[in-house]
């Protein structure tokens, strides 16, 4: 692995980091993403369990596909 493509790929990690943390600022901001179908809420008399399963795949599916699209230019 030469500096040059090493560069590249630092290049490209930063720039995921900066947009991912900017997503993640917005989705926060998105009132109906804390309560999608699918997700998991126990909730007892003094414990709660909440695992956002729905969420965490719509995540995973939208940067799966920035990344893909990305690698797709990034690599020729």
């Not at 930063?14 to 997700?39: E, N, Q, T, Y």
């Not at 008399?45 to 797709?72: D, G, H, M, R």
Request: charged share 15%.
């Amino acid at each position: 692995m030469n500096f040059t493509s090493l560069g590249k790929t630092l290049i490209l990690v930063g720039v995921f980091i900066v947009i991912a943390g900017g997503l993640i600022m917005l989705f926060s901001k998105i009132p109906f993403l804390d309560r999608l179908p699918g997700d998991i809420k126990i909730q007892k008399e003094n414990f709660t369990f909440y695992f956002p399963l729905t969420t965490c795949i719509i995540i995973s599916v939208i940067i799966t596909a920035i990344l893909n699209i990305a690698l797709k230019f990034l690599i020729k």
